[in-house]
Every structure is written in C-alpha cells, then in structure tokens.
C-alpha cells in the first residue's frame, strides 16, 4: 500500500510516523512548508517532501505517482479532484466530529459552543464540499466538564483520529477497497472558523466622563443640539436614556471626553439652558490605579450563552486582576434566533502581572469561550456605554 500524506504539524507527524510503524510505504509527504513539523519528520525519515506553492490547494503534480491512498492529516489545503484522481483509492481525511454534526474547521469549538455532551472523530473520503465525504469509521467520546477545545483534541480526539485512520488505512490495504457510509444530510450543521483576537495598544489620553441630564418642554432637534455640542468637542456618546412625558422632554447621555476638552464641554452644554432647557451635570474625572496596579479596558465579544460574565471574572480574580467597572449587552446577529454578548470593563490589574502574561491569559479565554477580545491600556476616564 503506496501512501502520500498530506497535512501538517504535531497531528500530521503523527500521523506519518504512526503508518510508518505499522509497515506502510509512504512515498511522499506533502506540507504548507519546509519548516512544517510533518515536513521535518518525512525529510528525516528520508521520504520525499513536496511544499504546496499554494497553501489553499493540492494540485494533482504534488501526489506521488503510484499512490494507492491518499491519507489527509491536519491539512487546510483542500485536496483537488486531479490529485484524488492520482490515487488508486482516492483520499480519506480526519475530521473531529460525528460527521455530519459540525462540518467545518472550528468543529471541536463548536461542538462545546453548542453543549453536546458528547463528542467525535470521522475518517471521511475526501470529495466535493466541505466534510462531506461518505463516512469509512467513527467513535465517540465523552465531554468532560469544564474542558476547553485544546483539552479535549490531546485527551480524546487527538488519539482517536490516529486510531481510526490506521483502521481504515489497514481495511483498504487487506480488501483493496474503502469502507463508505453515505452522510445523513438531515443532520449537517456547520461550524465555520471563529475569529478571535487580543490586542494590547496603548490609550496615552485620559478622559472625563460627563453624565447630563437634560429636561425641557419636548420639540424637535433637541437631540440633535446635545449631540452637535458633544461633536465640536470629539466626546463619545457613550450611552443615553430619553423619554417624552406629559409634553416634557426628559433625557440623561453619558458623555466620554478628551479631558482637556472636558471644561469647555462642560460650559457649552450649560449655555443650552438659554434654548429653554434645564442642563444638571455630573462630572467623573477617573481617580488614578491605586500604588502598584495599572488601569487597562477590555472589549470582549462572544457569542451568547449563561455564564461568560462568571468566567471572565474567576480567570481574572485567579491573576489578582479586579473589575472596576463593568457594562454588559445582548445585541441580535444577521441569523436568526442568535445574539452576540458584548462586555465593556476597566480592569484593575497588578504591575507584575505583565502585559504579555496579560495577553496569555486572555488568549487561553478566547479559545475557551470563542470570542472576539480588544484589550487596551486605560489611563483614565469612564467606561462608554
């Protein structure tokens, strides 16, 4: 049995190394680079590497002539039709889920995103559309509690794809055929990539926060007059709450703005007062992070579920990081019936707690929680809303 491997990294060297073991002849391996783990591990094994020129695609030049199979390990190329064409038995691939659940390339996320309380591994044949290959073996495991994505690929999944890919790699070479169960489309659901990021820049100016009050007999523009002022000035309208009640207007906005614009804010909006409107107005210039800790704003997105709040703040109290302030909102996506959770904090943070150990920390989160992250250095100032 003639084998190319396609893939890459830990679970690609693997996965050559595995075959390899078991007496199988592999006569190329074919990686997104040179440097790549499993390229490594073929070029030491004396086996003929072929680096893709697109990392998108596996043209049919890279597949060995006289490939029997193609064996798919941790590849994000998609493999063409030609190249299956090269191989007497086509091409199989691994894919961590119970196929035709979760196809796509964040399937072990979202198998956790969606609280299945169990999860899987495919070995699928490689063809037209995405995962979606009929089926030659598959297993299940348990999801643990608490486990991240990472946790339960190493505990679980990891080490069943390598099994069962080494079953049917054995099926196909003492029957010279592959085994092949047509998927159920009833039961597709996809899992696309989640994008997430941390970011640390710096936020040099400090701000002021001012939260006016404003009350009137109710006409058209006052808005308009509130937010013109605050514009001239480069505030951030950072929250509001209005309402027109028995002919009056009655409004609260929360301004955020450059502190050395905050004076002249301030005495532009009192100068409505002379457009018929009662202006109070609460100043809040930020108080500086206590002796040895540092202020610093998180952003964080994520898709909607119980418990983000309760996760962020035991990862951050675990660091000895506090939560000065806190906003939260429930916004509606483009699909139906699902909602993004969006939190605005200042976090107090200890010096020895560096940014970049910062980052670690929230990294590991966002791949726990798949959400998006901004993190920025906060030198003063009120939270917008």
């Not at 339960?152 to 080490?159: D, F, M, S, T």
């Not at 004076?263 to 909006?269: F, H, R, S, V």
Request: with cysteine; hydrophobic share 45%; glycine share 10%.
């Amino acid at each position: 049995m003639k084998i190319t491997v396609v893939g890459s990294r830990y679970f690609g060297a693997t996965v050559f190394d595995a075959l390899r073991k078991e007496g199988f002849d592999i006569v190329r391996v074919v990686a997104p680079a040179a440097d790549d783990r499993l390229a490594l591990a073929g070029q030491k094994a004396g086996v003929p590497v072929a680096v893709l020129a697109n990392p998108k695609i596996v043209p049919a030049d890279a597949i060995a002539e006289g490939t029997d199979l193609i064996v798919a390990a941790h590849t994000h190329a998609r493999v063409s039709n030609e190249a299956l064409a090269r191989a007497r038995l086509g091409g199989i691939g691994y894919h961590p889920s119970l196929l035709p659940r979760h196809r796509g390339i964040a399937a072990v996320e979202w198998t956790l995103l969606e609280g299945d309380p169990i999860a899987g591994g495919s070995v699928y044949h490689l063809a037209d559309g995405w995962d979606a290959g009929a089926v030659a073996a598959q297993d299940w495991c348990f999801v643990a509690k608490g486990e991240t994505a990472r946790d339960l690929w190493e505990r679980a999944l990891a080490p069943m794809g390598l099994r069962l890919l080494a079953q049917v790699v054995r099926h196909a070479a003492e029957h010279g055929a592959l085994p092949a169960i047509k998927q159920d489309e009833r039961y597709a659901t996809k899992a696309p990539m989640i994008r997430r990021s941390v970011s640390l820049t710096s936020d040099p100016k400090p701000t002021t926060s001012l939260v006016v009050t404003a009350i009137g007999a109710d006409r058209p523009g006052i808005v308009n007059l509130l937010s013109s002022r605050a514009q001239g000035f480069g505030a951030n309208w950072a929250g509001s709450r209005m309402a027109s009640l028995a002919g009056q207007f009655a409004g609260m906005v929360h301004f955020e703005v450059p502190a050395e614009h905050a004076d002249g804010l301030e005495k532009a909006l009192q100068g409505l007062e002379s457009s018929g409107l009662r202006v109070v107005i609460a100043r809040s210039d930020a108080a500086p992070a206590p002796e040895g800790r540092r202020i610093v704003k998180l952003d964080l997105v994520a898709a909607d579920r119980p418990g983000i709040v309760r996760d962020l703040s035991a990862s951050l109290a675990e660091r000895g990081v506090s939560i000065d302030e806190l906003h939260t909102e429930i916004v509606s996506t483009n699909a139906p019936g699902e909602h993004q959770f969006k939190v605005t904090a200042l976090l107090v943070v200890p010096e020895k707690l560096s940014n970049e150990e910062l980052r670690r920390v929230l990294d590991a989160l966002a791949s726990q929680m798949m959400v998006d992250i901004g993190l920025g250095e906060h030198s003063g100032g009120a939270l917008p809303g």
